[in-house]
T-cell receptor
Framework: DAGVIQSPRHEVTEMGQEVTLRCKPISGHNSLFWYRQTMMRGLELLIYFNNNVPIDDSGMPEDRFSAKMPNASFSTLKIQPSEPRDSAVYFC???????????FGPGTRLTVL | LAKTTQPISMDSYEGQEVNITCSHNNIATNDYITWYQQFPSQGPRFIIQGYKTKVTNEVASLFIPADRKSSTLSLPRVSLSDTAVYYCLVGDLTTGSARQLTFGSGTQLTVLP
């Protein structure tokens, strides 16, 4: 298995633009997580899906952020409009069952100018 | 939420045993303790998970006292490649509430030759 796949790996955009981050979880995994990592705030959980259904999105910073999981093999995290403070590394992770072992993707480094 | 506290950094020498302690005074009854390792420019990687007493796998041991208010990750005979940030995570994914997931601030372990 290729592991969790994220795209793009790097994204540079200007303030106000829409940004879409993509994630393909490991085949067979039934939970998917989106995290954001910054130096100031560390690793923060944004949203968690179980069987494609959002379970808890209370970590999403504000209405500019939205996430979808239309099927078991694909998820998107969208920021519209983007702001410089959204600059961070965004990780997607997946897991199977109800263990605490999550498999993280390589991350997307987002820079908003 | 069970907040966690870890040392910011630790230094060790090759071949030594390293113990990293995490405090989680407000851990809930159903919470598990999980440790992750993160190298620069990579997503975190699962190391070990436990609920109480001692857990051992091929790379580490996890010691959890009876009151569960702290835990210690033990890395035997570290090598230079163990230089990384180590995160303590407390939470219970089985309840379906992702807001119980809390990553610690992480401990930067530096292994010296």
């Amino acid at each position: 298995d290729a592991g969790v796949i994220q795209s793009p790996r790097h994204e540079v955009t200007e303030m106000g633009q829409e940004v879409t981050l993509r994630c393909k979880p490991i085949s067979g995994h039934n939970s998917l997580f989106w995290y954001r990592q910054t130096m100031m705030r560390g690793l923060e959980l944004l949203i968690y899906f179980n069987n494609n259904v959002p379970i808890d999105d209370s970590g999403m910073p504000e209405d500019r952020f939205s996430a979808k999981m239309p099927n078991a093999s694909f998820s998107t995290l969208k920021i519209q409009p983007s702001e410089p403070r959204d600059s961070a590394v965004y990780f997607c992770a997946s897991r199977i069952g109800s263990t605490n072992e999550q498999f993280f993707g390589p991350g997307t480094r987002l820079t908003v100018l | 939420l069970a907040k966690t506290t870890q040392p910011i950094s630790m230094d060790s020498y090759e071949g030594q045993e390293v113990n990293i302690t995490c405090s989680h005074n407000n851990i809930a009854t159903n919470d598990y303790i999980t440790w992750y390792q993160q190298f620069p420019s990579q997503g975190p990687r699962f190391i070990i998970q436990g609920y109480k007493t001692k857990v051992t796998n091929e790379v580490a041991s996890l010691f959890i006292p009876a009151d569960r208010k702290s835990s210690t990750l033990s890395l035997p005979r570290v090598s230079l490649s163990d230089t990384a940030v180590y995160y303590c995570l407390v939470g219970d994914l089985t309840t379906g509430s992702a807001r119980q997931l809390t990553f610690g601030s992480g401990t930067q372990l530096t292994v010296l030759p």
